[in-house]
């Protein structure tokens, strides 16, 4: 990893704080946000129940996302079980894959979809930090959108990812919303990390933000 300069350590700072707005807009809880120290060429944190994550130089820390134990992969990185999405597909072929997919309740389906539109909300307030034109596949964050795109395979409609793309880029670029990320950033970057009292600096759950209108009986692959 390259060394972690100011400039670097800020646009971080921005990363996790669009993450933080995001997943909170969806209606996840924001656990804890951190960031390595300035000129740091590696970092390790420890998250909840005693794991750790590295190779990487900042944490938004939330609320898991269930899910079935075939779709889960041992990440070394956090000592844990994640559903990553690596070998989604693979398991989706299969008679298992399917009918856990088609066990998925609504509910369920709008956590995921709180999850996907918090994952690119990192990516996309870097972006707008930066003052550079959001492109999905070029230089945004490749394993946040990689991630993303793999929990849209558990969704109905086929344009699930430039969807939520749209509405996190739309609700960030929002003066409110935008000066939250700033100010949450700034906070961050000053403290290095975020916990007590992080939920009052973040905003509400926007009712219905995510809500996709019949789309309890499609299933993934099927006409949107």
Known sequence: MRRLTRELRRETCFHEAGHAVAFALGGVPVLRLAVAPEGADHWRTDIRSGRCCSDLWGLCEKADLVFPRPFLRWLGSEGALHADGRGFEAVLDTPLGQALLAGFTPAHRSEIRAHVVGLLGGPVAEHLYRGEPLRLHGTMNLDDVS??????????????????????EDALQGPEMW?????????????????????ARLPAAIRGWLRVKADADRTPGSEA
């Open 147 to 168: 991630r993303a795109t793999a929990l849209c395979r558990f969704l109905p409609r086929n344009d699930e990812l430039p969807r939520s793309l749209r509405l996190v």
């Open 179 to 199: 000066d939250i990320v700033s100010r949450v950033a700034d906070e961050l970057e000053r403290r290095g990390e975020l916990r007590d009292g992080l939920r």
